[in-house]
């Protein structure tokens, strides 16, 4: 699903135009890259968390030219799906 399908989606279900929903859907995506950026975690009960998860520093081989890379220590955005969300998946 794009981020078209679920504009056009709550539009249907709520009956507020495309525009608008537009809008709101792209202030959350930048509310919710703006907190996790600033290394403050997201919070969505029943649906998940956007969190910052920290990798360890490693070492890698690049095997076409036979050589160890090292990879510092690094963090990434990661969603972590709320127990309820993960239920409904199983079911």
Excluded at 14 to 32: C, D, H, N, R, S
Excluded at 57 to 72: G, H, L
Excluded at 73 to 78: C, K, M, W
Aim: aromatic share 6%.
């Amino acid at each position: 699903m794009t981020k078209a399908d679920i504009v056009n989606e709550i539009a249907k279900n709520t009956g507020i135009e495309k525009i608008q929903v537009l809008a709101v859907v792209e202030a959350f995506m930048e509310t919710v890259k703006g907190s996790v950026t600033k290394g403050q975690p997201v919070y969505l009960r029943g649906f998940g968390s956007f969190i910052i998860k920290h990798r360890a520093p490693k070492a890698a081989r690049n095997i076409t030219k036979k050589t160890t890379i090292n990879i510092p220590a690094h963090d990434i955005p990661a969603f972590k799906p709320a127990k309820v969300f993960v239920a409904a998946l199983k079911k």
